[in-house]
């Protein structure tokens, strides 16, 4: 079983839907959970940690569920400038180490 | 510097050649890490630095794939003897320590023909 597993997509929307992606982690003690955004033939940008509590940034929402390990980012009126590739990303061990696992990512194709 | 920086950004190389990537962390981040992406794949750990720490090497594919770093500054990526399926986009990216999401150079793109 892989670390970090996404559905691929494409996931193809109209602009202003909302859509949501989930993320299963395999590991129990994970520690911390990221979201990253990349854009075709570019690097990976953070776009946001994601909190037991549950967390917020304008239109995008992330939560975390540790019971079942999973993570979830909802974007909210969709824009096309939305359109990339979502990474999931999680520390398996934490402590002393920062060695992140990257899911393969979900593709969104937010359409006019 | 204000981000990470990659040096080349382009690579081609002919197979069986050695080829060396550069990175430069963002000043004061003590920890640097190499990943590759292959095209339309996700990304594959390659090593870790951390301060004054042994390197985890763990995601190094073969003895052909070497890293360095000097202190807290500078790292070199070397491949010996590259072949093919070394092709792919060579990512470096920093971070301040133990936690927290990580800034990544904008990669190496090596061809090898």
């Known amino acids: 079983r892989k670390e970090v597993e996404q559905d691929p997509g494409p996931f193809n929307v109209p602009e202003g839907a909302t859509v949501a992606f989930n993320c299963t982690y395999s590991?129990?003690?994970?520690?911390?959970f990221f979201w990253y955004r990349q854009d075709c033939r570019k690097e990976p940008k953070l776009l946001m940690s994601?909190?037991?509590s549950g967390n917020e940034d304008g239109r995008f929402t992330a939560q975390l569920n540790r019971a079942s390990q999973y993570i979830s980012l909802l974007i909210r009126d969709s824009k096309l400038s939305d359109s990339a590739t979502y990474l999931c990303v999680v520390n398996p061990r934490g402590g002393a180490t920062n060695k992140l696992i990257f899911g393969t990512g979900t593709l969104l194709a937010v359409q006019p | 510097g204000a981000g990470v920086s990659q040096s080349p950004s382009n690579k081609v190389t002919e197979k069986g050649k050695d080829v060396e990537l550069r990175c430069d962390p963002i000043?004061?981040?003590?920890?640097l890490y190499w990943y590759r992406q292959r095209l339309g794949q996700g990304l594959e750990f390659l090593i870790y630095f951390q301060g004054n720490s042994a390197p985890d090497k763990s995601g190094l594919p073969s003895d052909r794939f070497s890293a360095e770093r000097t202190g807290e500054s500078v790292s070199t990526l070397t491949i010996q003897r590259t072949q093919q399926e070394d092709s792919a986009v060579y990512l470096c990216?920093?971070?301040?320590?133990?936690?927290?999401?990580?800034?990544f150079g904008s990669g190496t793109r090596l061809t090898v023909v």
């Open positions: 000043s004061g981040h003590t920890a």
């Open positions: 990216a920093s971070s301040l320590g133990f936690t927290g999401g990580y800034t």
């Open positions: 994601v909190y037991s």
């Open positions: 590991n129990s003690a994970s520690q911390s």
